[in-house]
């Protein structure tokens, strides 16, 4: 049982090139959240996902688009990198309900943008 | 908005000691609260929640947490550490019937032997 699972774990940008990051989740969860990681300011959600073909823009979205064609799957899309999105990125899930489930995460994948 | 805020950024404590992190978030309405701990290089593990009920939450690895209302406070406390605590700490908030939730910026807890 993965879990959630990120792909891929590492990567390096230049600026101006684009990429998409993939979270695949087997726990059949409702839903589903991206976040960055920066040192000193915790997680900040980028985007998120309540349901398949739904998503919505969460603390920090400039610079990020988001799809969920299927349920088990988020991307998160770069299109025009730029230094200030070298960060950490985390994707996590939750079944659905009042906000009381905890999230699963998965490990992060580290970018630069050069 | 709901905010979360970790007192302190890094706490260094011997082996065996006790140990108090500190939480505090703003919020006029009922909330559920949490702690997460992050090893190096991997993703956030739930340690406790708060959803109602009694104020002091048990957890994992020995770990709890009392949630104080009238404080708005959720500290968390082990009464004695392990070098494998060393681990950087998450508390969290959501609102029902709240779609997401919000992080601190996180303790560094170092464990010294």
């Known amino acids: 049982n993965a879990g959630v699972t990120q792909t891929p774990k590492f990567r390096v940008l230049k600026t101006g090139q684009s990429m998409t990051l993939l979270c695949a989740q087997d726990m059949n969860h409702e839903y589903m959240y991206w976040y960055r990681q920066d040192p000193g300011m915790g997680l900040r959600l980028i985007h998120y996902?309540?349901?398949?073909?739904?998503?919505a823009k969460g603390e920090v979205p400039d610079g990020y688009n988001v799809s969920r064609l299927k349920k088990q799957n988020f991307l998160l899309g770069l299109e025009s990198a730029a230094p200030s999105q070298t960060s950490v990125y985390f994707c996590?899930?939750?079944?659905?309900?009042?906000?009381?489930?905890?999230?699963?995460f998965g490990d992060g994948t580290r970018l630069s943008i050069l | 908005a709901q905010s979360v805020t970790q007192l302190d950024s890094q706490v260094p404590v011997f082996e065996e000691a006790p140990v108090e992190l500190r939480c505090n978030y703003s919020?006029?309405?009922?909330?559920?609260l949490f702690w997460y701990v992050q090893y190096p290089n991997q993703g956030l593990q739930l340690l406790l929640k708060y959803l109602s009920g009694s104020t002091l939450v048990k957890g994992i690895n020995g770990f709890e947490a009392e949630f104080n209302k009238s404080q708005t406070s959720f500290h968390l406390r082990k009464p004695s550490v392990h070098i494998s605590d060393t681990a950087e700490y998450f508390c969290a908030v959501s609102d029902p019937p709240g779609n997401d939730m919000r992080f601190g910026a996180g303790t560094r807890l170092t464990v010294k032997p």
């Open positions: 996590a899930t939750r079944p659905s309900g009042a906000g009381n489930q905890p999230q699963h």
């Open positions: 996902s309540v349901g398949e073909g739904t998503t």
């Open positions: 919020s006029s309405v009922s909330v559920y």
